[in-house]
């Protein structure tokens, strides 16, 4: 279980960034301008990115001395594991009704008249996320236990907590969180068989990474050659 000072500082990291983000942020009519938006988001997430590598730098600089002995096996590793992540995610979507699948827009949503830099911005959040939320999910509230059966408890409660934390993603929509909370589950078992934070840290990263980070990329590359997308 959590013992000490800075895992309870940890645990607290996403859930604060999801009440400034979803509770003061509305206060200060912050999300009235969406670059004003955008850059407040973006920094409350690289806030919390750096506040997490500060409390478990020791446990990271300790994980990453194991994770490089086998360094070009374990990136081969993670690939095919990006690769079955995305498979597991259409296998569950394909599972739910396509109507249930459906997110309304949100009324305020004025992300599309944004330029490529800005959504290069915005990728940001996704890119960096993998740390503060695999630490928090698979490293304090699943690997801290070290009962079997607490264990598979936790697994499934990490889980559905990972989905949960995408609300936003999906402006409400609990069945489009579902895929979601089963690659928690995901993540969770990579970690556990690995006995390695930076396997489903690399895991989680690649797949926001090719998701996020890449398109946002390509859409700034193709801005500077004055190619647009509609």
């Known amino acids: 279980m959590v013992t000490n000072k800075k895992q309870w500082w940890g645990l607290l990291v996403i859930p604060l960034e999801l009440l400034i983000g979803n509770v003061l942020f509305p206060l200060l009519h912050v999300d009235k301008n969406p670059k004003i938006a955008l850059l407040a988001s973006t920094l409350l997430f690289l806030t919390g990115f750096l506040v997490m590598i500060y ?6 600089k300790a994980q990453w001395q194991l994770f490089r002995q086998k360094i070009f096996r374990r990136l081969l590793l ?18 739910i009704p396509s109507d249930l699948l459906q997110v309304r827009s949100s009324t305020n949503d004025s992300s599309k008249t944004l330029s490529s830099g800005w959504v290069l911005l915005a990728a940001v959040a996704p890119f960096l996320a993998p740390f503060a939320e695999e630490l ?4 304090l509230l699943l690997g801290s236990f070290s ?4 264990q598979v408890i ?3 409660v990490q889980g559905i907590l990972f989905g949960l934390i995408h609300w936003n993603n999906f402006n409400g929509n ?10 928690g589950v995901y993540f969770g078992l990579i970690y556990l068989i690995s006995k390695n934070i ?4 690399m895991v989680h990263w690649m797949l926001n990474t090719m998701n996020s980070m890449l398109p946002a990329l390509l859409l700034l590359i193709l801005s500077l050659f004055g190619i647009t997308t509609s």
Do not use: H
């Open 78 to 95: 993670s690939i095919l594991l990006v690769a079955g992540a995305f498979i597991l995610l259409q296998v569950v979507r394909n599972l």
């Open 154 to 156: 936790m697994l499934f």
């Open 198 to 201: 930076w396997s489903s840290i």
């Open 55 to 60: 409390l478990f730098r020791d446990f990271l």
């Open 147 to 150: 009962s079997k059966a607490l």
């Open 136 to 139: 928090t999910f698979r490293y």
């Open 174 to 183: 609990i069945y489009a969180m579902v895929p979601y909370m089963v690659i």
